[in-house]
């Protein structure tokens, strides 16, 4: 709520005002008696803002939760939502029954507009959902604008005056559909799911092993084996990968000749070498990818892949690959 101070509508000596708080209050308590915009409030934003923005569709808002396609492939889901929206002003004003009467008064007298405080609405919206994607549904509820200040008489001077005034606010409410040609509008969006979501709202969804998460760090000697290949972080800084049946060295970082060099699976997806002193000596170049991340896996068909949150094997997704399933026979 805005704390400023509220003007006396007429004067004749200088007292100390009352607040907007304090105005309001009497308002709802009814010790004063108050209209808004004097009973004829004007249509649209306040003067500091658009006084030709009347009816307007509101900024698009969430309303149902998020859906997850947890198969391998789109799947069509039956999305239901509910959207209620309530009436505000800029002074952040609690709209109880007494103040939401004043506007109602001012606004049906001079527009003969049906005045809401309050409109609910719900349905069900059908999407096609890419795999390992939240979906939803949004929504921008059509509204109108009303501005004014609230004034308030009192039988005995408060304050010194009989009449206070609050600067202007600007009250919104939601319109009735096709008011001056508009309606709400319902949508959908969605994203790609991490994998921490993927653990946890997809159980039946297949993470190979050794499967290397964002933020892990692969510090001298660590190393994985899978069927074909064995993936060595080693201690002269290089990551090397050797084929199990002759111990040959497939592929490598070359990053060799810094001892104490360690690897990073970073949470924006790139995979990164760093030497002791932190500095980069070589990446997968895959950053990018902070608000899902991106993960790692030595495959069992002899590929060291990085993938997307919701990619893997057999789903796609691949960031960055070794290519060394061949070399790995």
């Not at 907007?20 to 306040?46: H, N, R, W, Y």
């Amino acid at each position: 709520m805005v704390a400023m101070t509220a003007t006396p509508s007429e004067a004749h000596h200088v007292y100390p005002g009352p607040t907007t708080q304090q105005i309001m209050a009497d308002c709802t308590s009814g010790l004063g008696k108050c209209t808004f915009g004097d009973g004829s409030p004007v249509m649209g934003e306040s003067p500091g803002g658009d006084l030709t923005r009347k009816t307007y569709i509101d900024n698009w808002r969430r309303v149902s939760n998020l859906s997850p396609n947890c198969m391998s492939a789109p799947q069509r889901k039956s999305i239901s939502w509910s959207q209620t929206t309530g009436t505000s002003d800029t002074f952040g004003i609690s709209f109880k029954v007494e103040v939401g009467a004043i506007v109602k008064t001012g606004v049906e007298t001079k527009y003969e507009h049906s005045w809401m405080e309050q409109k609910t609405v719900s349905d069900t919206y059908h999407v096609d959902v890419k795999p390992g994607t939240y979906a939803w549904i949004k929504r921008g509820q059509v509204m109108q604008a009303y501005t004014g200040k609230w004034r308030t008489h009192y039988d005995d001077p408060k304050w010194g005056h009989y009449y206070w005034a609050t600067s202007y606010d600007t009250v919104r409410q939601p319109a009735r559909e096709g008011q001056d040609g508009l309606y709400s509008e319902v949508g959908w969006d969605e994203r790609p799911m991490t994998r921490e979501e993927i653990l946890r709202d997809c159980p039946n969804w297949y993470f190979p092993p050794g499967v290397i998460d964002g933020g892990t760090t692969l510090k001298a000697g660590w190393q994985y084996q899978a069927n074909l290949t064995r993936l060595v972080m080693q201690s002269d800084g290089n990551l090397v990968m050797y084929r199990l049946r002759d111990n040959k060295a497939i592929w490598a970082s070359r990053t060799h000749g810094n001892p104490g060099a360690y690897a990073v699976m970073q949470k924006d997806g790139n995979f990164v070498i760093y030497d002791a002193s932190n500095r980069f000596l070589w990446h997968t170049n895959t950053y990018g990818h902070e608000s899902t991340g991106a993960w790692a896996v030595m495959q069992n068909d002899g590929n060291f892949v990085i993938y997307k949150s919701n990619g893997g094997p057999g789903r796609g997704g691949a960031l960055w690959a070794s290519n060394t399933t061949a070399a790995a026979q």
